[in-house]
């Protein structure tokens, strides 16, 4: 069965500092994996997404996340935080048939001024 | 350019009563997905339907759960004599016909509280 680790539940960075949020997945097969971000009482919009293309990704607001099947990670990060960046983000991967999403526990980025 | 549309937001419901939400999805999508978020948890998997189909359920409770895609109208997510333990948001999700990349877009999720 597929599975997510996110290796950390808090993070927390300085404005204008890198970000780093670590994820692992298992998977018994080539897995599309996602980055999805969570604001406070609001839906989840799609950061970046792997597909068995290129290895990095690049997403929105300057987000990029490099996938490295030798180590079954698929760690997000950015150069440079924003306080605006403060939210909950989640690492996801693909199900056994591809269709329902298997999401780890989430990681809350915490952006200190 | 809608997308998925969720109501209501937020639900009250009294131990025994019945909740309905319901899920809206992109136009032209004709896969819905239904997941649970527990206070402090991520989004677990219930329900996969496509129109007046399910096609997974294996994430959805034996009982009192229940959730349909009509041909006309919005997905419905049933839940019947509600518990305190149902209390979550609620997100629903979709896809196009041919599932490309396997992405879905989400709702803004529908928060139930039971009392």
């Known amino acids: 069965a597929q599975s997510v680790t996110q290796l950390d539940s808090h993070v927390s960075v300085s404005e204008g500092t890198p970000v780093l949020l670590r994820c692992n997945y298992s998977?018994?097969?080539?897995?599309?994996l996602f980055w999805y971000v969570q604001h406070p009482n609001k839906g989840l919009q799609l950061l970046l997404k792997?597909?068995?293309?290129?290895?990095l990704v690049k997403g929105i607001n300057g987000f990029e996340a490099e996938f490295k099947k030798s180590e079954t990670s698929f760690h997000l990060t950015k150069p440079s935080a924003h306080m605006s960046d403060a939210a909950e983000y989640f690492c996801?991967?693909?199900?056994?048939?591809?269709?329902?999403?298997?999401f780890g526990a989430g990681t809350i980025l915490r952006v200190k001024s | 350019n809608a997308g998925v549309m969720q109501n209501p937001r937020h639900l009250v419901r009294r131990r025994g009563q019945e909740a309905r939400l319901r899920c809206s999805p992109v136009?032209?999508?004709?896969?819905v997905y239904w997941y649970r978020q527990l206070p402090e948890e991520g989004l677990k998997f219930m329900v996969y339907?496509?129109?007046?189909?399910?096609?997974?359920e294996s994430g959805m409770p034996k009982e009192r759960f229940s959730a349909e895609f009509p041909k006309e109208g919005p997905s419905i997510l049933r839940i019947q004599q509600v518990v305190r333990g149902d209390s979550a948001a609620y997100f629903c999700?979709?896809?196009?016909?041919?599932?490309?990349?396997?992405?879905?877009?989400f709702g803004p999720g529908t928060r139930l509280t039971v009392l």
């Open positions: 999700a979709s896809s196009p016909p041919r599932v490309m990349l396997n992405e879905q877009f």
């Open positions: 998977s018994s097969y080539s897995p599309s």
């Open positions: 996801v991967v693909t199900g056994s048939y591809g269709n329902k999403l298997v």
């Open positions: 136009k032209g999508h004709s896969h």
């Open positions: 339907l496509q129109k007046e189909n399910i096609i997974d």
């Open positions: 792997y597909t068995s293309a290129a290895t």
